[in-house]
């Protein structure tokens, strides 16, 4: 009985110490996938649950929105900073959120193709992007910080202090979400509004 006790506890240690060691090493297997690939959230929103996104994002920082799809821009940023999402959603699907806090000059490039002036430096600014959602069509969106993906030679500001105010939003957005849901094993999110579309959208098509 006594042997069977021991022999239990040893493999229970060893269980535990393999458990551990896989533990380490998925933790450093993703750790390095984020600082590779950047990091991102799934997620669905509204046009009501967007407005909850600005406000809390006024509250965390002074902030710029960036609206990369313009009719004409002239080689200045203020050619590009707008103070909501468009209801256009095709044509403006996506948005920049511009950290201000965190120092970067706009450099200009001129654009053959589109006879315009485009943002050369936007891989190394401080910058996360904002993809728009859409229920009714299961278009998902989502927040992304590129992070060193976008620029191999590393970044300009403070990584640690953008990261942390970073994980600050993505805690308050899983936090705000209604419902979440997995879409290809990633968890997706969706806030109050498009929970609510998506309960009323799935109950028709019972």
Do not use: C
Not at 38 to 52: P, V
Not at 123 to 143: D, L, T, Y
Not at 179 to 189: M, V
């Amino acid at each position: 009985m006594r042997a069977l006790l021991l022999d239990n506890r040893i493999a229970i240690y060893n269980l535990s110490t393999y458990l551990r060691h896989l533990f380490d090493y998925v933790l450093e297997i993703t750790t390095q996938n984020e600082v590779n690939m950047g990091r991102q959230l799934a997620l669905f929103l509204t046009s009501k649950d967007e407005y909850l996104l600005l406000d809390y994002l006024a509250s965390i920082g002074n902030i710029e929105i960036l609206a990369p799809a313009i009719e004409d821009s002239k080689g200045k940023i203020e050619d590009y900073i707008t103070s909501s999402f468009s209801t256009n959603y095709y044509r403006h699907w996506m948005y920049w959120i511009w950290n201000k806090r965190f120092e970067w000059k706009p450099e200009f490039s001129w654009s053959v193709f589109r006879s315009q002036y485009y943002l050369a430096n936007i891989n190394n600014a401080p910058f996360i992007e904002f993809r728009r959602s859409n229920v009714q069509e299961n278009k998902v969106g989502r927040i992304y910080w590129s992070k060193y993906f976008s620029a191999p030679n590393g970044l300009d500001y403070d990584v640690e202090k953008f990261s942390k105010w970073y994980d600050t939003l993505m805690r308050w957005m899983i936090k705000t979400a209604a419902g979440k849901i997995k879409y290809s094993n990633l968890n997706t999110y969706y806030f109050p509004g498009a929970w609510k579309e998506y309960n009323e959208q799935t109950f028709k098509d019972m």
